[in-house]
C-alpha cells in the first residue's frame, strides 16, 4: 500500500506541476483536465494513507519517507517533450502503472481495503479514456 501511496503523491505533484506549466492553442482544455487531476490524486493518496493508519500505523517519518520517495520518482521521469501532451502522456503512463500495482495479489488486504482500491482502479481507468481520448 506504501507504493501505492507513492506512485498517487507523485502523480498528485506532476499534475499539479504540468497544471501550472501548460501553454498554447489548447491551454484552457488542458489547464482545466490537469485541475481536475492532481486533486483527485490527492484525494486517492489521502483514502490510501488513513487505510494504512487505520489498518497498522504509520509514524510521521515514514510519511516523509512516502513523499521523499515520491519525489524521487518525479526527478527520474524523462521528460525530454515540453508539451501538453507530453504531459498527458506521462500522467496516461502513471495511471497504467497505477492500475497494475492495485490488480496485483496481496495477501490480507481486507474487504474494504480491497472496495478502496477497486475504487481508485475504477476511477483511473475512467482517466486513461480521457487522457488517451486528449492525446490523440
Do not use: W
Not at 521528460?79 to 497505477?98: A, F, P, W
Request: charge should be neutral; aromatic fraction near 6%; glycine fraction near 6%.
Amino acid at each position: 500500500m506504501k507504493e501505492i501511496a507513492t506512485l498517487l503523491r507523485s502523480m498528485q505533484l506532476f499534475a499539479h506541476a504540468a497544471h501550472n506549466i501548460v501553454s498554447g492553442a489548447v491551454f484552457m482544455q488542458d489547464h482545466n483536465m490537469l485541475g481536475d487531476l492532481y486533486p483527485a490524486y490527492e484525494s486517492e493518496y489521502d483514502g490510501v494513507i488513513e487505510r494504512i493508519i487505520g489498518l497498522s500505523s504509520l509514524s510521521m517519518e515514514e510519511i516523509i519517507m512516502i513523499q521523499e520517495s515520491a519525489v524521487m520518482r518525479l526527478k527520474s521521469i524523462a521528460m525530454s517533450q515540453k508539451e501538453n501532451k507530453g504531459y498527458l502522456l506521462v500522467l496516461l503512463d502513471m495511471e497504467k502503472t497505477l492500475c497494475s500495482m492495485i490488480q496485483q495479489p496481496v495477501q490480507g488486504r481486507t474487504e474494504g481495503t480491497k472496495q478502496l482500491l477497486g475504487d481508485i482502479a475504477d476511477k483511473s481507468e475512467q482517466r486513461q479514456y480521457k487522457l488517451k481520448q486528449r492525446c490523440k
